[in-house]
């Protein structure tokens, strides 16, 4: 079976619900990539054309890229992963799962690991009826997976709960981490919107140099998918007012690490993600996510 998948997120959570043997599985975008502005390619359009099946992120995180999956979804299966769990949802009479901006939901939900595990299962469910042959695999893989995930649940709880709950506030780029805040209790800013096409202001600017002041914050982070230029800007605005800001480290946002790399699996990209967040709020160099009593690695 072939299947391509829009990012490598999406890409590596096939991997683990099919497994190794069942699928071929082809990402459009890799490390790196913002899927914000990510505007395809002639050979994505040979990769779409030549997949059995195909999925997507959806909540319009793939926002270039959304008119080439509805009319290819005319052809053959096309999964918006985010969208088919709102109506799941919505016929089921669940709370809406989403952050919203006005009715614009945030596409960001791999950041809240209960959120993308319901996208697993949703995914299992949707290998099930595509190859009801191998249902007793895919149900495995499954149930694997999601102790895995519940496995990361709780050992980020118990990372974040190193930092002080002063110090509990995560700046970055732009507003790709308010699941991650609003799952394990932190406050979140972005300089710029939801999308990277936003641009950030001076005024916004001039907000967070207030904040970070007010709260003695010592480190902001940039992203390894979108610019640092303003990351850059807000911590000059705060060194010309004496506070001493610094860039903590790089996280990843859109797109996780290198295939074949720690953080270039779901799992592996939040892990580096919280010990990046975690040494930088406590100075504490040394802490690794998982030395946590009763938490393994």
Partial sequence: MRVVATT????????????????????????GVDPHLYKGSPRDVRDLAGADLVFAGGLHLEGKLIGVLHRLGRQKPVHLLGDELTISHESKKLPDPWIRDDSMPD???WFDVKLWKLEAELLSQIMIDYDP?????????????????????????LSIGRIPADRRL????????????????????????????????????NQLVDLVISRQIPAIFVETSVSDDNVKALVEGA?????NLRIGGSLYSDAPGALGKPEGTYAGMLRH????????????????PGQVQGVGT
């Fill in 133 to 157: 042959v191998h249902r007793s695999e895919f149900q495995s893989n499954l149930r694997n997976y999601s102790a895995q995930l519940d496995q990361l649940d709780s050992e980020i709880h």
């Fill in 239 to 243: 060194r010309a007012r004496g506070h």
């Fill in 107 to 109: 596409p960001h939900c």
């Fill in 273 to 288: 993600n919280v010990r990046t967040f975690v040494q930088a709020m406590t100075d504490d160099r040394s802490f690794m």
């Fill in 170 to 205: 995560l700046i970055t780029s732009h507003d790709a981490f308010r699941y991650f805040g609003r799952a394990y209790g932190i406050q979140v800013e972005g300089i710029q919107g939801l999308s990277t096409e936003s641009e950030s202001g001076v005024r916004r600017t």
């Fill in 8 to 31: 490598a997120l999406v890409a590596d959570l096939v991997r683990n619900i099919a497994g190794p043997n069942r699928v071929q599985v082809v990402s459009l975008m890799g490390e």
